[in-house]
């Protein structure tokens, strides 16, 4: 089993900045891609960051210029840098990696809820 667990979230002016971090436990082999996500009220879940273990990173449209994604693979460790926060940012992230076990697996972390005030 392995566990992703999220921080960082929290309650933010528009213009202020968050820094969101996840961190992978458990048993595995190695991680691939990781990645976040969000879910504002009402929305699907949407794409908003991923990175591999070599360090290609994909942005949507909406977080390009803004939010930054990295990783420190000897920590099993995402983060999301997001800047210039908006209030249509509000949402819950989510931490999702692909893991390396007996196959590949997806894992998701709990959730970490952002508010933006405008």
């Known amino acids: 089993q392995v566990q992703l667990v999220e921080s960082g979230g929290g309650l933010v002016q528009a213009g202020g900045s968050l820094r969101l971090s996840c961190t992978a436990s458990?048993?595995?082999?190695?991680?691939?891609?990781m990645g976040w996500y969000r879910q504002a009220p009402g929305k699907q879940r949407e794409l908003v960051a991923t990175?591999?273990?070599?360090?290609?990173?994909d942005y949507a449209d909406s977080v390009k210029g803004r939010y930054t994604i990295s990783r420190d693979n000897a920590k099993n460790t995402v983060y999301l840098q997001m800047n210039n926060l908006k209030p249509e940012d509000t949402a819950v992230f989510y931490c999702?990696?692909?893991?390396?076990?007996?196959?590949?697996?997806?894992?998701w972390g709990q959730g970490t809820q952002v508010a933006v005030s405008s």
């Open positions: 999702n990696a692909l893991v390396s076990q007996n196959g590949w697996l997806v894992y």
């Open positions: 458990g048993s595995f082999f190695s991680i691939n891609r």
């Open positions: 990175i591999t273990s070599g360090g290609s990173t």
